[in-house]
């Protein structure tokens, strides 16, 4: 992760940046977000967000918080690998430079192991905390498959019930779903996405 100092509101970031505007596009169409509408969320015009989505301007720290808040990210998600030697930017994710996803206060930690999210699809790796629970189904437009890693996951596919464990994979399209970790430790899974959803 590009390392940011000691920065604040008032400074642009770095060329370590240069892809935020790819990212922030690809989570603008996920989530079914019109410029306009991204634009007035954040107080901001429409020609500057369509700038920094095409990398003509670089958004401040201050920015990219307002952004992470909005698609529920973590601000160093929109810090890339660019210390990665060139060849392997587009193609490789080391362990160590990971991007992480989601809402860790829910119980669930999720690293993006895809380079990034502008493809057809997104792979994550999704740490379920010990008794973590996605209470309320959720239905996305997207095919969904997993394997488990390790520990257990009970994961409500409609209305059906499965358990399962370390080996076991699953795969659902358009249907609501929702999951609990049941046991007394985390369970790691393997979690592929298409579209992606970050």
């Not at 958004?59 to 918080?65: E, G, V």
């Not at 587009?90 to 860790?104: E, F």
């Not at 999720?110 to 189904?137: K, W």
């Amino acid at each position: 992760m590009t390392k940011m100092g000691h920065m604040d509101g008032s400074h642009d970031i770095n060329s370590g940046l240069s892809s935020v505007g790819t990212d922030l596009r690809a989570l603008r169409k996920s989530r079914c977000i019109t410029l306009s509408d991204l634009a007035s969320t954040l107080g901001r015009s429409v020609g500057w967000v369509s700038q920094v989505e095409r990398g003509i301007s670089e958004p401040s720290i201050s920015d990219l918080r307002k952004f992470a808040e909005i698609f529920d990210v973590s601000v160093s998600f929109f810090f890339r690998n660019d210390d990665a030697p060139i060849e392997e930017r587009d193609y490789v994710v080391r362990a160590s430079r990971r991007r992480s996803l989601g809402n860790p206060s829910a119980g669930l930690i999720e690293e993006l192991l895809s380079p990034d999210i502008g493809g057809a699809f997104e792979m994550v790796r999704s740490i379920f905390a010990p008794g973590a629970e996605l209470t309320e189904p959720q239905t996305r437009e997207t095919e969904e498959a997993g394997f488990i890693v390790s520990g257990t996951l009970d994961l409500w596919i409609g209305v059906q019930k499965f358990r399962l464990e370390a080996g076991d994979s699953f795969r659902f399209r358009h249907e609501p779903y929702r999951w609990h970790n049941p046991g007394s430790i985390e369970t790691i899974a393997i979690w592929t996405i298409a579209p992606p959803v970050y």
